[in-house]
């Protein structure tokens, strides 16, 4: 079953503008990982951030955590039209490396 | 890192039919996964499949319509038995390999799109 939902669903904006798209879980997670998808391929590996953080940074992307609202965000800044794309996060409840994914957010950036 | 291919990249199979689809680490990993992404949904866990043993499967799917090998460290298949249209999705293969320092990251497969007529 999904443990996660993301908002928004869709999102489409104009390059040079920030993305920010925000998951939602359900129950006490061991870490928390965002992962994007192009046309419905492999999924690429963007962040992983441990329960006990609550900010990482990595190149144009910040991903915040607050466990105490067991929710997370993704900020993508200064967008580019490379990164339409769709974005899951995912969460892992123990050390077993199973991944239960949110809906995932549909990001359209307009040249 | 680790890179993972998966045969066939796609497929289009006739209902009551039955396909393998391979997946190859160049790499030795502990852990392997099989995912499903239905058209416009999320992925869903399959199975977890165990190298030497039965595979382990997740609420919703069994042995008999998704059977799983998992003959060494860097080889898996994942056959859908007796599809329906509803069997339409991605299937991806994914591995978990811990790095130095005992951080563990997930790869991903480019994914099997299958197309049950």
């Known amino acids: 079953s999904q443990q996660g939902e993301e908002d928004p669903q869709a999102l489409s904006i104009q390059e040079g503008e920030n993305a920010t798209m925000n998951c939602s879980y359900k129950t006490s997670i061991n870490n928390l990982q965002w992962y994007r998808q192009n046309s419905g391929r492999g999924l690429v590996h963007l962040i992983l951030?441990?329960?006990?953080?609550r900010e990482k940074h990595s190149g144009r992307l910040r991903v915040t955590l607050d466990t105490s609202k067991k929710s997370s965000s993704l900020l993508i800044t200064a967008s580019r039209a490379a990164d339409t794309a769709s974005y899951f996060c995912a969460t892992t409840l123990d050390n077993t490396g199973k991944l239960i994914f949110g809906q995932g957010t549909t990001l359209q950036v307009k040249p | 890192s680790a890179v993972i291919s998966q045969k066939p990249s796609r497929d289009i199979c006739q209902r009551g039919t039955s396909l393998t689809i391979q997946c190859q680490v160049d790499?030795?990993?502990?852990?392997m996964f099989w995912y499903r992404q239905q058209p416009g949904q999320s992925l869903t866990l399959i199975a977890t499949a165990n190298q030497g043993s039965e595979a382990t499967y997740e609420s919703g799917f069994v042995i008999d319509k998704f059977p799983i090998s998992r003959p060494n460290l860097t080889f898996s298949t994942l056959t859908v038995s007796n599809m329906s249209p509803e069997d339409s999705s991605i299937y991806l293969c994914?591995?978990?390999?811990?790095?130095?320092?005992?951080?563990?990251?997930?790869?991903f497969g480019p994914g099997t799109r299958l197309t049950v007529t």
């Open positions: 994914s591995v978990l390999k811990y790095l130095a320092g005992g951080r563990g990251e997930q790869y």
């Open positions: 951030i441990r329960s006990n953080e």
């Open positions: 790499s030795q990993v502990t852990m």
